[in-house]
């Protein structure tokens, strides 16, 4: 039977917690029916001590006890274990999805979102806490069980510097506030903190899309809706019985300076700035001013030299750069071969140097700029089309050639001219590219990458297998454009925003990479984008077959 989620058992008051961790995190690595879900229920089996866990059957009254973890000895153990189980998955579980629980109601048993396939629990002898564990939760009786108990070879961390400096009590109204994005173990300590400290409601802030535009790759930050929607699912996965505000954050105060009755509010060390302004705030309106409890940060120890060294949705978001965002629409009206991508992004996006290193892959590459420039040439039929459009001015009275930069300041200047000169150019391209897929395709080449920065304006999509963009935030692309080109950051910004946002290239294509940092980090995202279209590849070639 295919396992749908987990359920550890962790004693917070036993001495070698930690310990009592790694051994469970190693057993659900390990257990090759493990799916995702992992769920956490921490309980204290001697709530008057410190000593390690018993398994008498004394210790499962206090196991699902309510009330224990709201004083405060055990609200620092609390906030303390669940920082640790956070950090100690991201370490050595990181695909794996961790939900540490606070349910703690005997009187209303719990039932989990989905099917429990394995118990583990931190005592060798396990049957008084099995068998709470399977009433309080709805678990099957053949449920199976493992005892993660960790012998003494294991390594054993203290938690008592996490926060060592803080006594934690709980308050009725709570606030926290943040992206959201794509919900990561970071995003959980600050959450369930901020539960644990609520005792009736806990209003939660999610930052809209204007909000996020200076942050990296903002362009695939998930929608609001979805993100508001995950973080309600997530905290009433981890404690049902409180109440929950999700809002709208449009600036960075929110609801915290128009409801006087809001008493804490959970940051952590990038936020704590912003709590204090919002103190200010509230104390210019007559409200006490909120207690302010801070959170560590999650630890990434697999980030790269460019990336956050904490968990963060920034390096997440890093990480699906050259992965297939959305599956390709299916095109009947194409042939399996050759196999043709769009390349596409702004000006200065970098997509040029992204084709060439595909085409070193192995790739054909069609430029369609520089076959628009034979569009452009004198004699052509878009030539004397375009002249007689713009007018003679933008003739070079030497050679008789269209001057692309006199007409680039007419059309860059009108959205209207800029329509009409596409309306021209990018039929007579289009015909050419056909001609140079034809040629390419008899060379052996059979994936095509059309380079073409209008692509999907001038709705070429539907002739393509994918579309693959190239994107970087506005501000680096007018210093590239300053040192390529010599423009202003007036022009600049004009010939930029002429085009269609990051945003609209990002929701219509298949995959994304950005050319913001160094060769090697753009040339692994390029080879990443190489392997995974060539495991498209052998699939669409057999269902074709």
Known sequence: MSSKSVLMCLDVSASRFSANVLSALKNVSTYKNVEKQVFVHMYSATPTSTSTSSSTSSSTTTAFSSGLFSTRPYLKKLLQCTSHVYNSASKHAPLLNFTVLQRYSPQQPQRLESDVNLLLVDVHHMD??????????????????????????????????????????????????????????????????????????????????????????????????????????????????????????????????????????????????????????????????????????????????????????????????????????????????????????????????????????????????????????????????????????????????????????????????????????????????????????????????????LLLEANWSSQLHEVWSCVIPEKEAVLRLHARDGLGEEEALKRIRSQSSNEYRVDNSNVVLCTLWDYQVTQQQVETAWKLLQERLKQFTTKQT
């Open 128 to 453: 008084p806490l099995v068998d709470a564990a399977k009433q309080y939760f709805g678990l099957s009786p053949d449920v199976q069980v493992i005892s993660c108990h960790a012998d003494e070879t294991t390594p054993n961390d203290s938690l008592e510097a996490l926060f060592q400096d803080l006594d934690p009590q709980t308050y009725d109204y709570c606030a926290l506030g943040g992206t959201f994005d794509s919900i990561h173990n970071g995003h959980k300590v600050l959450l369930g903190a901020a539960i644990a400290l609520t005792n009736k409601s806990l209003t939660i802030g999610v930052t809209d899309q204007a909000m996020n535009q200076r942050k990296t790759l903002h362009e695939l930050i998930t929608p609001i809706e979805d993100r508001k929607a995950a973080v309600r699912e997530f905290v009433e996965q981890v404690r049902p019985e409180i109440e929950y505000e999700v809002v709208t954050l449009r600036d960075v105060y929110g609801p915290t300076v128009t409801d006087e009755k809001l008493q804490c509010i959970v940051v952590s060390e990038e936020t704590k700035k912003g709590a204090d302004m919002i103190n200010q705030q509230r104390v210019g309106r007559g409200f006490s001013p909120m207690a302010k409890f801070c959170i560590p940060l999650v630890a990434d120890d697999s980030h790269d030299a460019h990336q956050d060294a904490k968990v963060s949705s920034s390096s997440i978001r890093e990480q699906k750069l050259g992965r297939l965002l959305r599956q390709p629409e299916p095109r009947s009206n194409l042939p399996a071969r050759p196999y043709l991508i769009g390349l596409t992004g702004g000006i200065a996006s970098g997509k040029s140097s992204v084709g060439k290193r595909l085409e070193a892959l192995g790739a054909g590459l069609i430029s369609s700029d520089l076959l628009a420039h034979k569009a452009y040439m004198k004699g052509s039929e878009a030539y004397h089309e375009i002249v007689k459009t713009f007018g003679e001015d933008i003739v070079n009275p030497e050679s008789g050639e269209i001057e692309r930069r006199k007409l680039g300041t007419i059309v860059f200047s009108d959205k209207s001219k800029l329509d009409q000169l596409n309306g021209i150019v990018w039929p007579a391209t289009a015909k050419l590219v056909q001609q140079k897929i034809g040629e390419l395709y008899q060379q052996g080449k059979e994936v095509c990458f059309i380079e073409a920065a």
